[in-house]
Structures are given as structure tokens and as C-alpha cells.
């Protein structure tokens, strides 16, 4: 595991800045205590990271999950209760791991992967433009339409524009410039800039900035900054540990909660799974089932000790690609450098400019949805791009699982639509002593979806027609279908209509009844 070290090392520090100001950020907008989103981002680095089967995946406290624990929080009577629903949450996720539940993940279009992963991309960039210009009402991580400040992504954008703080802006602008100078430049020069990387070279800039700046008339307000607990002594952190209440372990909302917790996170994470490895470069397949039972394991821990439910996290994932994480230490010393900074810096954590780290997102949020993937969805077709658009359009005008859910609703219908096309051929051959001779080749799999179109079909057919219907290559013939032609053979005698079946049992005109013919054929329904 520790063999790519040279590349996992560097790509951890970065892991780390993002992960830090969205761990803080979406306990926030949880309703949560800050330092819960902390215990989440440590459980998911070590102890998520250490048990998953994947190589580049990052766990974490997740923005999809924000919406959820901000309610059952206050409904639950406390956030003691609430924790209890975390820890039961994992165990039910560990029962879905055992019942191999993780295949789900293999059903989702691979149109609607990659929307879900360009729409991840625009809404990081959307998100970050306040931040970057020093806007900072909305908790980093609330990655909602409608956001827990009242506002929308595209009101709290304008709001920024009337509010820019010198500083931030100074230090974010900065910040991208370096980041994108190492990138395209430096890298290519030196190992040593490869070594080093740029996110951490913009993130000293921004602290020497605010230590330079302090009281001037450039200073970074407080609110601008990162802002992790710094307790004064060892008793005062560990006093920020919170603890299950299990007293209320009989209550039904407490349950209702944790299974929705489990199936929320489940899907989240096997979502983030299968859009991971299409981005890993080694194309590389995580065993889903074994992702399952890692984050039950991770949730458990989490809910014990006091911190937030955690999944797998497509943002802090793709920073880990993008900065050349080649296995899953990356994601396991991320963990270690959050837990040893809250303890030994947060003071100089604290010092860290959120607009800094902002330009470090806007680089992630960039390559997630770069303008020429549209340009090759569309290329693709129509059956492609417009479930891709729809999960994009989803993600960014409602949030994250509404998205991919309207995108699958709409990939569903392309299969129907196509399914519907594709359920015959029709071969009209001649017309000899009067008759229309056509021929229906029936496709592989003929089923309830198809009803409409073979219907249509056949009431279209006109008198003294000769049909020969050809089943020989269908291997499923849904009974559905078989009582359309039951229904029509009564219409086929008063329209003059002879129907021919051709079947791998051999050929039969006009037979009595296709219930009882199609009973005997081989292979069919």
C-alpha cells in the first residue's frame, strides 16, 4: 500500500485542505457541533480508508446528508439521540454489505455517472465564487439549491458582488494563479514541484498574507478564515467527544432514522464508487459489497465517539485522482493529518483563508466538468446526452440524489423508448393473389414494454394480409404479449388475416390457440 508513497503523500496534503473547510462546513450546515464533522473526516480517512477495497476513494461527512441531520437532530430530541441513529445506521449498513446489496451501484446509467460527476464540477465552482471573493454567509459544504442561509446558488453569487473583501479576493486570485503555474509550468520542470505541491504553496501564502496584513486595511475578517475548536488543554478536547444516548434505543423514529441514514448513505457511496473508478486513471473496480460493510464499520465508530454519518465523497475523492493518489494511503495519512493538526495546530489552522482553499476547488471543480465532455456526450447522441443533461440541470437546480434521480428516471425512458422501437422488424414482401404478405421477426427478449408498439403494429395490418410471425430468435416472450396475439387472432378471421408462426419447434398457420402453442415452445414464456 505504502509503495507509491512519493505520489500518495503529496496527494494526501491536498486531500487535507479540501477535506478540512467542507468536514467544518457541512457540520455546520448540519446543525452539529464543528468538531463532529472533524471525528467524520478522521473515521472516514483511517478507518474507512483502511477497510474499503478502494484504491483512491475518500469518506468523509457528506453535503447530501446535511438536509437529513438537520432534521433529525431536532426531531430525535437532541444530538445524543441522533448519534444513536448514526450507529444503528452502520449496522444496517453492514447487514446490507452481508445481504450484497452493493450491486445496486452497477444499475445506474454510465450518462448519468458523468453528469453526476459535471454537475459535482459546476456546483463546486458555483459554490466557491463567494468564498473566493471573501462572501462567506453560507457554510462551506452546503451544496443545496436552496441553501441553509435562505438563499439560492445563484443569489448568494450576486450577493457577492456587492460584498468583495480585498484581502480574500488578493489571496484567492494568488492562490489560483499559483496553482495553475505549478500545474502547467513547474511541474513538468522539476520532481521537486511534484514533491511539493501547489495546494500547500497557496496555502502558506495565504496564511504569511494574513499574519502580514493583520489590522491593515487588507485584513481577512475572522469569518473568512478557517475556524477549527482550539481547546486550551487536553481535558477541554476531549470534552468536545460526545456520546450515544442509548437509553433510547426503543424509540421507532430513532430507527426510522438510522435506516434512512443507511440507505441515503448507502446509495451516496456507491454512487461516489462507480464515479471514481471511471476517473481512475488504472481503471481499477471496487468491490461494492466489501465499500458497504467499510462505511457500516466507519459509521459505527463515528456515531460512538460523536461525529457525523460518513460516505464516500465524490469532491474529496476527485481532488485525490487529480493530485495523483495512487492507493488508499492517500486517503489514510489525510485522516492522520486531520486528527494531528486538530490536536497539535489548530491555532495555525485557523489562520488558513477560506478563499485560499476556495481556489483549490475551483481547479477540482474545473477538470470535473470540463466544457469538452459536453461536446462529446453530445457527440454520443441523443440517448446519451440528454439523461447527462438532466442529472447536470438536476444537481445544480435541486441537489445531489434529486439530480441522479432524474436523470435515471430519464435514462429509464430512453430504454423504454428504444425497447419500444426495438421489440420487431416488419418485412412487407409482396402482394401475390391479392394478399399483403409481412413478415414480423420478434426480437430476443419481447416484454410488457413492447405491448404498444407490437399492438400498434397489428391493428395497422390491412385485409387479406399473410403474416408469418418469426420467433426464432426469442428467447423470452412475456405472456403479456402472447395474449395480444390471442386477442388478435379473433380480429385476424374477420379481416381475412392468416397468421404463419415460425418457431424453432417447427411452423403452424392459424393455430387454435397461442396461449396453448406458446406453452409448448421451448425457452419461452
Known sequence: MFKNLKSDLPSSIVVFFVALPLCLGIALASG????????????????????????????????????????????????????????LGGI??????????????????????????????????????????GYDADPE?????????????????????????????????????????????????????????G?????????????????TSMAIASENLV??????????????????????????????TAFTIALVASLETLLCVEATDKLDPEKRVTPTNREL?????????????????????????????????????????HGFFLLISVILIPTLLNKIPLSVLAAILLVVGYKLAKPSLFKKMYQMGWKQFLPFTVTVGGIIFTDLLVGIGLGLGVGIIVILFKSYQNSHFLHIQDKSNGKHKIKMTLAEEVTFFNKGAILKELDSLPR?????????????LDNDIIEILEDFAYKAKERNIDIKIISEGGTVENPPSFIEYFKLLPKTA
Do not use: C
Open 32 to 87: 452539529a457541533p464543528l468538531f463532529s464533522g472533524l471525528i467524520a473526516g478522521i473515521v472516514g480517512g483511517i478507518v474507512v480508508g483502511s477497510l474499503s477495497g478502494s484504491a483512491i476513494g475518500v469518506s468523509g461527512p457528506a453535503a447530501g446528508l446535511a438536509a437529513i441531520v438537520l432534521t433529525a437532530i431536532g426531531a430525535l430530541g437532541g444530538f445524543e439521540n441522533f448519534l444513536l441513529a448514526v450507529v
Open 227 to 256: 475556524t477549527v475548536p482550539a481547546p486550551e488543554d487536553a481535558s477541554s478536547f476531549l470534552a468536545q467527544f460526545t456520546f450515544p444516548n442509548f437509553a433510547a434505543i426503543t424509540n421507532p423514529e430513532i430507527w426510522v
Open 92 to 133: 444496517i449498513q453492514i447487514v446490507f454489505g452481508i445481504l450484497k446489496a452493493g450491486v445496486i451501484g452497477y444499475y445506474f446509467p454510465s450518462s448519468v455517472i458523468k453528469g453526476m460527476l459535471t454537475g459535482i464540477g459546476i456546483i463546486i465552482i458555483l459554490k466557491q465564487i463567494p468564498h473566493f471573493f
Open 464 to 476: 387479406d394480409t399473410y403474416l408469418e410471425l418469426d420467433v426464432r430468435q426469442t428467447r423470452y
Open 141 to 197: 459544504g452546503d451544496f443545496a439549491f436552496f441553501q441553509v442561509d435562505g438563499e439560492t446558488t445563484f443569489s448568494e453569487i450576486f450577493k457577492t458582488m456587492n460584498a468583495i473583501s480585498l484581502g480574500s479576493t488578493i489571496v484567492a486570485v494568488v492562490g489560483l494563479g499559483i496553482l495553475i503555474l505549478w500545474e502547467k509550468v513547474l511541474a513538468k520542470k522539476s520532481k521537486i514541484f511534484k514533491l511539493i505541491q
Open 199 to 215: 495546494p500547500l504553496v497557496a496555502v502558506i501564502f495565504g496564511i504569511v498574507f494574513f499574519s502580514l496584513t493583520d489590522g
Open 293 to 333: 460493510l467499510a462505511q457500516g464499520t466507519g459509521n459505527i465508530l463515528s456515531g460512538l465517539i460523536g461525529g457525523l454519518p460518513i460516505t464516500q465523497v465524490i469532491v474529496r475523492s476527485s481532488a485525490n485522482i487529480q493530485s495523483g493518489g495512487k492507493s488508499k494511503a492517500s486517503a489514510i495519512i
